[in-house]
């Protein structure tokens, strides 16, 4: 079972940028499909972000063209570039390594503990 472990959250003013990092042990990183989801108070945690075994990305409308995922085999990393950020992605956000079909990406039950992401406006 791949354990995941997030970082890169804090508090940041709105337009403004963080990075999130999330590195995976315990599995064949190369060989999953990693998502960032996001949940805010009171909201279902829900998909941002998807980056597949070849490379292809998907996003959730409100995130394109602001956020970028990208991934390092290399260091069994995945990251989330957020760019002219928004009060409304205050979240806690997790990654995940999954599996997908036809693009679509379907989380398995292992999470990291995620970090905090604040943006004030």
């Known amino acids: 079972q791949v354990q995941l472990e997030e970082s890169g959250g804090g508090l940041v003013q709105a337009g403004g940028s963080l990075r999130l990092s999330c590195v995976a042990s315990?599995?064949?990183?190369?060989?999953?499909?990693m998502g960032w989801y996001r949940q805010a108070p009171g909201k279902q945690r829900e998909l941002v972000a998807a980056?597949?075994?070849?490379?292809?990305?998907k996003y959730a409308d409100s995130v394109k063209g602001r956020f970028t995922i990208s991934r390092d085999n290399a260091k069994n990393t995945v990251y989330l570039q957020m760019n002219s950020m928004k009060p409304e992605d205050t979240a806690v956000y997790y990654c995940?390594?999954?599996?997908?079909?036809?693009?679509?990406?379907?989380?398995?039950?292992?999470w990291g503990q995620g970090t905090q992401v604040t943006v004030s406006s």
């Open positions: 315990g599995g064949i990183f190369s060989g999953k499909a």
């Open positions: 995940n390594a999954g599996t997908y079909r036809f693009m679509i990406f379907y989380p398995s039950d292992s």
């Open positions: 980056v597949f075994v070849g490379g292809s990305t």
